[in-house]
C-alpha cells in the first residue's frame, strides 16, 4: 500500500504563492506518476497538475499554466507543487493521487487514481 501525507496547505493572500508536498510512504515513488486536484466549495474535484514517474512528462489545467510548478524528487519520496500569484478561485482542499499507469492524454480523470492522500485547505483571502 502506498500512503500519501499532503502538507503546505494554509491562508494565502490574494498574490501570493504556497508550496505543497506530497509525502509517500510503505512503497516507492518512482513506480507511480503524481496528479493534484483540487475541490472547491461545493464543486467537483477537479485535475491541477501531472507528474509522470520520471518527472519527463508535466501537465497542467489551463488556470495553472504559467502560475503552478509541479516537481518531485523521488530520492525523498515527496512531490511538490509550487502556487504562485494565487486567486480566489484556487481555494479548495488539494489531493495528491497516485497512479501505477502511464497515461498522461487522460490525466486529469480522478477515477484513474489508485492513492489518495488525504487533502491540505488552500484558503486565498484578503
Known amino acids: 500500500q502506498l500512503r500519501l501525507v499532503e502538507s503546505g496547505g494554509g491562508l494565502v493572500q490574494p498574490g501570493g504563492s504556497l508550496r505543497l508536498s506530497c509525502e509517500a510512504s510503505?512503497?516507492?515513488?518512482?513506480?507511480?506518476?503524481i496528479g493534484w486536484f483540487r475541490q472547491g466549495p461545493g464543486k467537483e474535484r477537479t485535475g491541477v497538475s501531472y507528474?509522470?514517474?520520471?518527472?519527463?512528462?508535466?501537465k497542467f489545467s489551463e488556470s495553472g499554466k504559467g502560475r503552478f510548478t509541479i516537481s518531485r524528487d523521488n530520492a525523498k519520496n515527496t512531490a511538490y507543487l509550487q502556487m504562485n500569484n494565487l486567486g480566489a478561485e484556487d481555494t479548495g482542499i488539494y489531493y495528491c493521487?497516485?497512479?501505477?499507469?502511464?497515461?498522461?492524454?487522460?490525466?486529469?480523470?480522478?477515477?484513474?487514481?489508485?492513492?489518495w492522500g488525504q487533502g491540505t485547505q488552500v484558503t486565498v483571502s484578503s
Open positions: 507528474i509522470s514517474s520520471g518527472g519527463g512528462v508535466i
Open positions: 510503505g512503497l516507492r515513488l518512482d513506480d507511480f506518476a
Open positions: 493521487a497516485a497512479d501505477p499507469i502511464y497515461r498522461p492524454t487522460i490525466w486529469y480523470r480522478s477515477d484513474l487514481y489508485k492513492y
